[in-house]
């Protein structure tokens, strides 16, 4: 953690999807976190484990079967319990910025990126007048590395890694408290996934920077101080399957399994000394080409169809009889028979 105050704070977050029949599925259940300004926490796991439907769940994006349980306080405003009004009009690109999974369907299909981009500028920063709006734009483009010369084009004109950039630069546009990164990365290169998450990672770290020098300015300067103090305290929410991103920008990491947040711990330990001490963690890094590229065997529960107690035991090569019962989250893993740690990583985290 950074020590200051969070800017996002999870409590208790549960998703529930009721079906036909009478069945429900568990897409997230009893998520717990914060995200503090100054903060990147990448949360990361199999597809399905729930990581969009969490995002989801934070801007009120969740299809009408949906229940949802706990909190999610943004400041003041939860999230999970504002209307829709609020979440249009005050918290949609003001306070959360989204970097959607599907970038094409998020795009309006019929005007030019341009339009749009200029169209989120005018009515996020204010900014007026045509030659105003129109380096505004570009300005903004350029964040997210989409070429000036595209701007013009329409989003079925646009390859999927364009269009990945230019929902990215739509995101940025409010420089919002929260930004929520949902696969930013997908259809991207690696140069591009690197530079596409240090602009990420830049948003939040530009607004840091302004805090600590804002500390040190005299009384006569307090007014301008005062002036930036709703834009001090960003943080980024990052959703990936690309553990390799994960490692260059967060500063802690949230692994999800089959709903569940399993371990919650600090990116230096976690791919680093000690490593995970979850054994679904130790496998996804496992798992990788540059590491011992040993597949995770079996595949994950319904989550229509959950156990009762660890949902990752019957993949697991250290399960015994206890994880017949759900494991809390203790320290940073939620498992019966976690991986050695080192007590001072512990402590850390």
């Known amino acids: 953690m950074t020590g200051r105050t969070p800017v996002l704070s999870v409590r208790g977050l549960s998703v529930r ?8 599925v568990a897409a997230v259940t009893d998520a717990h976190f914060d995200v503090a300004g100054g903060e990147c926490l990448a949360l990361i796991g199999e ?3 729930g990581k969009s439907v969490l995002a989801s769940a934070l801007l009120g994006l969740l299809p009408g079967n949906a229940q ?3 909190a999610a306080l943004l400041g003041d405003l939860d999230l999970l319990a504002a209307d829709e009004r609020t979440l249009a009009r005050t918290v949609r690109g003001r306070l959360v910025g989204l970097v959607p999974q599907s970038p094409a369907a998020h795009l309006t299909p019929v005007r030019t990126i341009r339009s749009q981009l200029e169209e989120t500028v005018a009515e996020l920063t204010g900014v007026r007048g045509r030659t105003a709006l129109r380096a505004a734009a570009e300005k903004a483009a350029a964040r997210a590395a989409f070429p000036t010369d595209h701007l013009d084009r329409h989003p079925h004109e646009l390859s999927g890694g364009l269009a990945q950039r230019a929902a990215t630069a739509l995101a940025l546009v409010g420089d919002a408290p929260l930004l929520l990164a949902d696969e930013p990365t997908t259809g991207l290169d690696r140069d591009l996934v690197d530079r596409t998450v240090d602009e990420l990672r830049r948003h939040v770290d530009t607004a840091h920077d302004v805090d600590k020098a804002d500390s040190a300015d005299d009384a006569e300067n307090a007014e301008n101080a005062d002036n930036t103090a709703d834009h001090r305290d960003r943080a980024l929410l ?9 490692e260059r920008v967060a500063d802690r ?5 089959a709903g569940r947040i399993v371990e919650l711990t600090r990116a230096a330990d976690f791919f680093g000394a000690p490593g995970p001490r979850h054994p679904y963690s130790r496998g996804l890094l496992d798992a990788l080409p540059d590491r011992a590229f040993t597949p995770i065997p079996g595949l ?3 989550l229509g169809a959950l156990p009762g107690g660890c949902a990752f035991a019957a993949r697991c090569d250290r399960a015994s009889d206890a994880c017949a019962v759900q494991p809390p989250l203790t320290g940073t893993a939620a498992c019966h028979h976690p991986h050695a740690a080192l007590t001072e990583a512990a402590d850390r985290a």
Do not use: K, N, Q, W
């Open 300 to 302: 994950p529960p319904e």
């Open 238 to 246: 990052m959703i990936t399957h690309d553990l390799a991103a994960a």
């Open 17 to 24: 999807f009721l079906m036909p029949g009478g069945r429900g």
């Open 253 to 257: 990491i949230a692994v999800m399994y």
């Open 68 to 70: 949802t349980a706990g």
């Open 47 to 49: 597809s399905g484990c």
